[in-house]
């Protein structure tokens, strides 16, 4: 008896401590479109609208990505050189990645989304932001949205200068788990102690999924459908249909 009054004791003084994180990805799942190729044509435009016609120079890459012969991550990177050029001071970066967010935040989010990170943050839950998009942008459009918490690809800085190159792996598949597993573990949180609620639109989030608690299919892709039906995943469709 004894023993029973001490494990149910235990159980409760887990549940008091556990810590629930509501964790968004964001393109296609809060966001209306994808946000890197955009926001690298508003930065060219917004900065150097010369640098537009340089975009046909990226056809290889992308016929060498398609082929699956160099990663995202390369393709992300000269992207970036195009439109950005190899060294954006850190003041132009930041302005232009705040007049992005903003826009984003005023047209290009889901309200639905919106008001759904809203709900979470007056219950009382740890929003974050998990994302393959680069972090100096999505950094800017999470403290528009009050998200403290960013996991992103990161982006790496040199003497002053946002520049090309994207620090560690790219933030996606199973890089995004293991990067919500370091988060958790630099912020002292232990994975019994914590409730995980995901909402994702890809089937590349399934690592991400196999780890949370609570799955959410959000605007999802034809396979990650099939995937949360078989699962029995909650599924949100946000998009306009006819």
Known sequence: MVQIQAKRAAARAVETRRIELSVFDLDRTLSILPTYTPFLFFAARTRA?????????LLPVAILYVLGLIPRRAMKQAMHRVALGGALPERDAARIADRFARRLAERGLYAEGLALIEAERQAGRRVVL?????????????????IADVI????????????????????????????????????GIA?????????????????????????????????????????????????KRP
């Not at 010369?50 to 975009?55: D, H």
């Open 191 to 239: 994975r019994e102690a914590a409730y995980i609620r995901f909402w994702s639109d890809h089937v590349s989030d399934l690592p991400v999924f196999d780890l949370c608690d609570e799955p959410c299919a959000v605007n999802p892709s034809p396979k990650l459908r099939s995937v949360a039906a078989a699962r029995g995943w909650p599924i949100l469709d946000w998009r």
């Open 152 to 187: 992103a690809t990161a982006s790496i800085w040199q003497d002053g200068c946002l520049v090309p190159a994207i620090g560690g792996a790219n933030c996606y598949g199973a890089d995004k788990r293991q990067r919500l597993e370091a988060f958790m573990a630099q912020a």
């Open 130 to 146: 998990a994302t393959a998009a680069p972090h100096f942008y999505t950094a800017a459009l999470a403290r528009r949205l009050g």
């Open 49 to 57: 609208p010369w640098r537009l016609l340089l975009v046909p120079l």
